[in-house]
């Protein structure tokens, strides 16, 4: 990765003191260092019973335990499975950009040096089937441009929303060795699930029907094979901490045809399942578990 940006520079004076209000425990209440100190992989998403079935998953495949929940707040789930850590971080930037933070903090106060971070979910694809993983190679926002934008002091900046293409790479081989059908390209990151999107199904829509489509053929004509709410913040902020980093998330429909899911619950379910898959495959390659 480009450009690591150095740990802010009052981090360390609250070092001995620091606690992490969104995880509910802090240095002085967990031994963070032996808790996570082994950890290879942060997977990250929005839904805290995912995550929780997915650390399951990964227990029973692996024969390692799986940890209660470590977090002690109800903002975000936190579970351990050797290396591999599960955290959920809700819908949308601004609850992902805390739970990143203060994950970063705890890997730093955990003496964990060059974690990989995956972000694993669903998204609706664009030209793509149902059932596709898209490993994404950037992350557009909303205005189409390839940066996050944060509003800070009153000032608005910009920064890239690299992701390592070696990691992604890897994660294609492996998709391919279990026939898991995976597309790269572009995620662009909405500010919202309806009219952030296009969708023609929310309770306010101030376009036209003709407006969406053309949208969303601008979209896939600059490369963009999914949509979701996250991407920007999860690529800029892990290129920003120098972390490799992946997005692997599963199209559950294609919005060239339409806005709702219209999938039976159990092929809803094994398509759920195709970026765990993927990305535990890879993990397990990589670690030997």
């Known amino acids: 990765m480009n450009g690591v940006e150095?740990?802010?520079?009052?981090?360390?004076?609250?070092?001995?003191?620091?606690?992490?209000?969104?995880?509910?425990?802090?240095v002085d209440t967990l031994d963070i260092k032996a808790v996570f100190g082994d950890t290879k992989f942060v997977c990250t998403g929005g839904s805290p019973g995912r995550f929780?079935?997915?650390?399951?998953?990964?227990?029973?495949?692996?024969?390692?335990?799986?940890?209660?929940?470590?977090?002690?707040s109800d903002r975000f789930v936190i579970y351990k499975t050797g290396p591999v850590c599960w955290i959920n971080h809700g819908m949308g930037t601004p609850s992902l950009s805390i739970m990143l933070v203060e994950s970063f903090k705890l890997m730093h106060h955990a003496g964990v040096k060059?974690?990989?971070?995956?972000?694993?979910?669903?998204?609706?694809?664009?030209?793509?089937?149902?059932?596709?993983?898209?490993?994404?190679?950037g992350a557009m926002n909303a205005e189409l441009g390839?940066?996050?934008?944060?509003?800070?002091?009153?000032?608005?900046?910009?920064?890239?929303?690299?992701?390592?293409?070696?990691?992604r790479e890897a994660l294609c081989a492996v998709g391919k060795e279990k026939n898991i059908p995976v597309e790269t390209g572009k995620t662009m990151c909405a500010d919202d699930f309806y009219e952030g999107q296009m969708r023609l199904d929310g309770y306010f829509c101030d376009y036209e029907e003709e407006d969406k489509y053309a949208f969303l053929r601008k979209l896939n004509s600059l490369g963009v094979r999914n949509i979701e709410m996250e991407s920007t913040c999860f690529a800029s902020f892990t290129c920003r901490a120098g972390f490799p980093s992946a997005i692997v998330c599963v199209t559950l429909l294609n919005r060239m045809d339409g806005d709702q899911v219209q999938i039976d619950k159990e092929k809803y379910i094994e398509y759920e399942e195709r970026p765990f898959r993927l990305v535990t495959a890879y993990i397990r390659q990589q670690t030997g578990v």
């Open 6 to 26: 150095k740990v802010n520079k009052y981090f360390d004076i609250k070092d001995k003191r620091d606690f992490l209000y969104h995880f509910g425990f802090g």
């Open 52 to 72: 929780k079935l997915y650390a399951e998953w990964f227990a029973k495949e692996t024969s390692i335990p799986c940890s209660e929940n470590l977090s002690r």
């Open 114 to 137: 060059n974690p990989t971070f995956i972000r694993l979910g669903t998204s609706g694809g664009v030209g793509v089937p149902p059932g596709t993983v898209v490993v994404s190679t």
């Open 146 to 167: 390839d940066t996050y934008v944060q509003v800070i002091a009153g000032k608005r900046i910009e920064r890239p929303t690299q992701l390592d293409a070696t990691l």
